[in-house]
């Protein structure tokens, strides 16, 4: 009797692992990485950080292109070149704001 006993709780653990494994997430075969990160933001995890994180210096690079193309480019006016280039320094500017927003919070002392 002990046997059997010892045999069904094998069986019901087994039953159970095999079920908890069985369980996948609904989008399981969704692989999330750059590309398409940002649909996934919202959970409070440091992937939100590093996503965001990522995007944000790949679209100042792209920033930069675009506004040097803009400056080469024929027609482009002295006064709106520089303009262009205020509104450059500006965003490099409000960029290097919010870097050193962080390293000053954790310098504090409380």
């Given at each position: 009797m002990a046997e059997v006993s010892t045999l069904n709780?094998?069986?019901?653990?087994?039953?159970?692992?095999?079920?908890?494994?069985?369980?996948?997430?609904?989008?399981?075969?969704?692989?999330?990485?750059?590309?398409?990160?940002?649909?996934?933001?919202?959970?409070?995890?440091?992937?939100?950080?590093?996503?965001?994180?990522?995007?944000?210096?790949?679209?100042?690079?792209?920033?930069?292109?675009?506004?040097?193309?803009?400056?080469?480019?024929?027609?482009?006016?002295?006064?709106?070149?520089?303009?262009?280039?205020?509104?450059?320094?500006?965003?490099?500017?409000?960029?290097?704001?919010?870097?050193?927003?962080?390293?000053?919070?954790?310098?504090?002392?409380?």
């Amino acid at each position: 009797m002990a046997e059997v006993s010892t045999l069904n709780k094998f069986w019901r653990c087994f039953l159970l692992v095999m079920a908890l494994c069985s369980f996948r997430p609904i989008f399981a075969d969704e692989v999330i990485n750059d590309s398409n990160c940002m649909q996934y933001l919202g959970g409070g995890g440091f992937g939100d950080f590093d996503c965001y994180e990522h995007h944000a210096r790949s679209l100042e690079v792209d920033n930069r292109k675009l506004a040097n193309s803009i400056k080469s480019a024929r027609g482009i006016k002295g006064a709106s070149k520089a303009e262009l280039d205020r509104y450059m320094r500006a965003q490099d500017e409000s960029a290097k704001a919010c870097d050193l927003a962080p390293k000053l919070a954790y310098d504090m002392e409380y």
